[in-house]
């Protein structure tokens, strides 16, 4: 939030480095004190440090997603590993994508990037890394001072407009078939303008604020919270691989952490697949599965349980 | 693929006999307690949506959570194994068959999935065409459209993850495609079934041939 000390000035273009990363984790430490124990934060965070191992900042990329797959490719092809939690920023994106065929808007001033994550979880945290995602951008944005809340899978909305999307996809590297997670966010910081198809349900923080955003430190806020929810994953996995127990059973960290910042839950939604161009039916969300599928009770009274689709408010 | 089919042998076994068998296995481990009973008819899931739940068969416990087990297809209970009322069992362990009665539609495709190579859902997941492969259905249908092992057809989806899925198996033309875009489909179960391009002629031979033994009942 802007009273804890993130500076609002504008900068021009990103200028990152894995540095940089390293001292914002530290930062993280001190502001996860409110509610975890010191110890357990830098436990959670040295799990999460990978992200931010390698920082790229571009001018310009086609798609953050394909520079994220030649690379994997041609370091492959040069006998090299892969920097597992490899960062991949652009101040502009040419032709990004959402889902399925959708346009993503990605012009200068906005956060556009992909993390590079080689898939070492257990399927059961896998599944849980696009709710993770969402919840560590809601969390940098709160930190500028903006009520943004989550609808489920992991859209951040402020008043009801997407202010970030990501688009997760898994890679498997051509010649040893190693399995990457490409974790793809675009987060409206400071452009303000929007295609006409758009600008009804889109926003930018600085619109919200009034102001400007330093971008540099808005992307390292974010990868800060990324460390801590990727970490969150490993650690839950640690515990329960021990049989410690990690928390209440059945209920992931992660799972109560989503629900702190969403709003999704209670609410009359309209699901479908596509959600845009198919919308299936309506039905009210009761719940969250304990593997992060949404509970949604039908005018019928009875329940159905998705794990893949979308929603939007009624 | 065999190219010789002994068609006679295939309807007679269907005509004598046209019902699936379908095994219930217990989900996980724990306690079980049957709510069916042998010759018991059975509800698959229904509603529009298949959000009303179909037959309860069983109830599972594992550590003091019980969970009920719905049937998943319509018929009859055939076999029940009464001896584990109340015991605690392995995940996996059989403990009911249900007999389907198959519907000629379901009997044309029983055929042809012996005689298709089935491509299968690696994972419990919604899946949708690759957008390349997508489009060469649009502009074709998918019966005019090849596919190569080691070529992305689909995309897999799970908690808005995508996953890229590579056809693995023999070259040929996607003949049937048993998943709807938006609708679940369990981890085994067939996505497509695919034959070589010379051996279309042979799949619409059964087709045509069980058609009109059906009909001429």
């Given at each position: 939030?802007?009273?804890?000390?993130?500076?609002?000035?504008?900068?021009?273009?990103?200028?990152?480095?894995?540095g940089?990363?390293g001292?914002?984790?530290?930062?993280?430490?001190?502001?996860?004190?409110e509610s975890?124990?010191?110890?357990?934060?830098?436990?959670?965070?040295?799990?999460?440090?990978?992200?931010?191992?390698?920082?790229?900042?571009?001018?310009?990329?086609?798609?953050?997603?394909?520079?994220?797959?030649?690379?994997?490719?041609?370091m492959?092809?040069?006998?090299?590993?892969?920097?597992?939690?490899?960062?991949?920023?652009?101040?502009?994106?040419?032709?990004?994508?959402?889902?399925?065929?959708?346009?993503?808007?990605?012009?200068?001033?906005?956060?556009?990037?992909?993390?590079?994550?080689?898939?070492?979880?257990?399927?059961?945290?896998?599944?849980?890394?696009?709710?993770?995602?969402?919840?560590?951008?809601?969390?940098?944005?709160?930190?500028?001072?903006?009520?943004?809340?989550?609808?489920?899978v992991?859209?951040?909305?402020?008043?009801?407009?997407?202010?970030?999307?990501?688009?997760i996809?898994?890679?498997?590297?051509?010649?040893?078939?190693?399995?990457?997670?490409?974790?793809?966010?675009?987060?409206?910081?400071?452009?303000?303008?929007?295609?006409?198809?758009?600008?009804?349900?889109?926003?930018?923080?600085?619109?919200?604020?009034?102001?400007?955003?330093?971008?540099?430190?808005?992307?390292?806020?974010?990868?800060?919270?990324?460390?801590f929810?990727?970490?969150?994953?490993?650690?839950?996995?640690?515990?329960?691989?021990?049989?410690?127990?990690?928390?209440?059973?059945?209920?992931?960290?992660?799972?109560?952490?989503?629900?702190?910042?969403?709003?999704?839950?209670?609410?009359?939604?309209?699901?479908?697949?596509?959600?845009?161009?198919?919308?299936q039916?309506?039905?009210?969300?009761?719940?969250?599965?304990?593997?992060?599928?949404?509970?949604?009770?039908?005018?019928?009274?009875?329940?159905?349980?998705?794990?893949?689709?979308?929603?939007r408010?009624? | 693929?065999?190219?010789?089919?002994?068609?006679?042998?295939?309807?007679?076994?269907?005509?004598?006999?046209?019902?699936?068998y379908?095994?219930?296995?217990?989900?996980?481990?724990?306690?079980?307690?049957?709510?069916?009973?042998?010759?018991?008819?059975?509800?698959?899931?229904?509603g529009?949506?298949?959000?009303?739940p179909?037959?309860?068969?069983?109830?599972?416990?594992?550590?003091?959570?019980?969970?009920?087990?719905?049937?998943?297809?319509?018929?009859?209970?055939?076999?029940?194994?009464?001896?584990?009322?109340?015991?605690?069992?392995?995940?996996?362990e059989?403990?009911?068959?249900?007999?389907?009665?198959?519907?000629?539609?379901?009997?044309?495709?029983?055929?042809?999935?012996e005689?298709?190579?089935?491509?299968?859902?690696?994972?419990?997941?919604?899946?949708?065409?690759?957008?390349?492969?997508?489009?060469?259905?649009?502009?074709?249908?998918?019966?005019?459209?090849?596919?190569?092992?080691?070529?992305?057809?689909?995309?897999?989806?799970?908690?808005?993850?995508?996953?890229?899925?590579?056809?693995?198996?023999?070259?040929?033309?996607?003949?049937?495609?048993?998943?709807?875009?938006?609708?679940?489909?369990?981890?085994?179960?067939?996505?497509l079934?695919?034959?070589?391009?010379?051996?279309?002629?042979?799949?619409?031979?059964?087709?045509?041939?069980?058609k009109?033994?059906?009909?001429?009942?």
């Amino acid at each position: 939030m802007a009273e804890r000390g993130i500076p609002l000035a504008a900068g021009n273009g990103l200028a990152i480095t894995a540095g940089d990363v390293g001292r914002e984790l530290r930062l993280e430490s001190l502001r996860r004190r409110e509610s975890w124990k010191t110890e357990e934060a830098e436990r959670i965070l040295r799990y999460g440090a990978f992200v931010g191992s390698v920082v790229e900042c571009h001018a310009t990329l086609d798609r953050a997603m394909n520079r994220a797959r030649s690379h994997i490719t041609a370091m492959e092809q040069e006998g090299r590993s892969v920097h597992n939690g490899t960062v991949i920023l652009a101040d502009s994106l040419g032709s990004s994508r959402g889902r399925f065929d959708r346009a993503w808007h990605a012009p200068a001033g906005g956060l556009w990037g992909c993390l590079i994550h080689a898939n070492t979880l257990l399927p059961q945290s896998r599944n849980l890394i696009p709710l993770g995602v969402g919840v560590a951008c809601c969390e940098a944005v709160r930190e500028t001072g903006i009520g943004a809340e989550l609808r489920w899978v992991n859209d951040v909305l402020v008043d009801g407009r997407k202010v970030a999307g990501f688009l997760i996809e898994s890679f498997f590297s051509p010649i040893h078939r190693e399995e990457y997670n490409l974790i793809g966010f675009g987060v409206n910081v400071n452009n303000r303008r929007f295609p006409p198809e758009l600008q009804d349900i889109a926003l930018s923080l600085s619109q919200v604020l009034g102001r400007s955003i330093d971008l540099n430190r808005f992307a390292l806020l974010f990868m800060a919270k990324l460390s801590f929810a990727f970490g969150l994953l490993y650690r839950e996995e640690e515990l329960h691989l021990r049989d410690e127990g990690g928390g209440d059973p059945g209920w992931h960290p992660m799972l109560r952490a989503w629900a702190d910042l969403s709003g999704t839950i209670g609410r009359r939604v309209l699901f479908g697949f596509d959600v845009m161009k198919n919308p299936q039916y309506q039905a009210t969300v009761t719940g969250l599965t304990e593997s992060g599928g949404l509970i949604l009770r039908l005018d019928d009274g009875h329940e159905k349980i998705e794990y893949c689709g979308e929603i939007r408010y009624l | 693929m065999s190219s010789e089919i002994d068609f006679d042998e295939i309807l007679s076994k269907y005509r004598s006999d046209p019902f699936d068998y379908v095994d219930v296995c217990a989900t996980h481990t724990g306690v079980v307690r049957f709510r069916v009973k042998a010759g018991d008819a059975v509800e698959a899931p229904g509603g529009e949506w298949l959000q009303i739940p179909g037959t309860a068969l069983y109830e599972i416990t594992r550590e003091r959570n019980p969970k009920l087990i719905a049937a998943q297809t319509n018929g009859t209970v055939s076999d029940i194994r009464t001896d584990l009322e109340g015991q605690f069992v392995e995940a996996g362990e059989r403990l009911l068959t249900i007999r389907h009665p198959l519907k000629k539609k379901e009997i044309i495709e029983n055929i042809l999935k012996e005689v298709l190579y089935l491509f299968r859902a690696p994972e419990r997941a919604k899946y949708y065409f690759a957008l390349d492969v997508q489009s060469r259905i649009d502009k074709k249908g998918a019966r005019a459209v090849t596919i190569d092992a080691g070529e992305e057809v689909l995309t897999m989806s799970l908690m808005k993850r995508d996953t890229p899925i590579y056809y693995s198996g023999e070259r040929g033309v996607i003949h049937s495609v048993y998943f709807s875009p938006g609708v679940s489909v369990n981890q085994g179960d067939p996505l497509l079934g695919v034959c070589a391009p010379e051996k279309l002629p042979l799949i619409q031979k059964i087709i045509t041939r069980v058609k009109a033994d059906w009909d001429s009942e």
